[in-house]
């Protein structure tokens, strides 16, 4: 099966702009993978925030949305608060053959 | 607001079965019009895909790693997603989640396989 990558950790100052970026061994991902993005603190249950790319759900902050970036996609976050270090997941669909997450990767605001 | 409540997870040995429930309720979600899907977290580790079927349940897919000893299912009338686990080894150990639609997702069974 594919493999789904992301950075493993990545740090951003309170109030900055990070990029998380999720890419697949198969090559480009597009629209057609319908690239979800997950968040997840510790103890707590995963949730979505970005699905199908870039569709944020009523939970969804504004300061997350979703994109496709140099064959990738993307989760961007706007002026960081303190409540945004977690954990963020992708999640890649593969017609035909099933979904693949990422490893993940550990957001630190700081 | 839409909830997908998960049960059935507990206690197994190695070799054991398992059978996982779902259950969707709320407005706003029709269970039906979704592809469904089970995804699982072992202890520290991250999120792994299982197993999706899609909205009529013609199509169905499995991670490599449960291929051949777990079955996913569900029965549409009942808003209901069924995974059935058979053969459980050491490392299938985790939290399952269920989930479909634009991102719903349970709160999660644990499944422990120890002898």
């Known amino acids: 099966q594919a493999v789904v990558t992301q950075e493993p950790s990545l740090t951003v100052s309170p109030g900055g702009t990070v990029t998380l970026t999720c890419g697949s061994s198969?090559?480009?991902?597009?629209?057609?993978?319908?690239p979800y993005w997950f968040q997840q603190k510790p103890g707590q249950a995963p949730r979505t925030l970005i699905y199908?790319?870039?569709n944020k759900h009523s939970w969804t902050p504004a300061r997350f949305s979703g994109s496709l970036l140099g064959g990738k996609a993307a989760l961007t976050l706007s002026a960081a608060q303190p409540e945004d270090e977690a954990e963020y997941f992708c999640?890649?669909?593969?017609?035909?053959?099933?979904?693949?997450f990422g490893g993940g990767t550990k957001l630190t605001v700081l | 607001e839409v909830q997908l409540v998960e049960s059935g997870g507990g206690l197994v040995q190695p070799g054991g079965s398992l059978r996982l429930s779902c259950v969707a309720s709320?407005?706003?979600?029709?269970?039906?019009?979704?592809?469904m899907s089970w995804v699982r977290q072992a202890p520290g580790k991250g999120l792994e895909w299982v197993a999706n079927?899609?909205?009529?349940?013609?199509?169905?897919y499995y991670a490599d790693s449960v291929k051949g000893r777990f079955t996913i299912s569900r029965d549409n009338p009942h808003n209901s997603l069924y995974l059935q686990m058979n053969s459980l080894r050491a490392e299938d150990t985790a939290v399952y989640y269920c989930?479909?639609?634009?991102?719903?997702w349970g709160q999660g069974t644990l499944v422990t396989v120890s002898s």
């Open positions: 709320g407005s706003g979600f029709t269970f039906s019009s979704h592809w």
């Open positions: 989930g479909g639609g634009p991102g719903y």
């Open positions: 198969t090559g480009a991902v597009t629209s057609g993978h319908y």
């Open positions: 199908d790319t870039s």
């Open positions: 999640l890649l669909s593969y017609r035909g053959i099933g979904e693949e």
């Open positions: 079927i899609k909205k009529d349940g013609s199509e169905r």
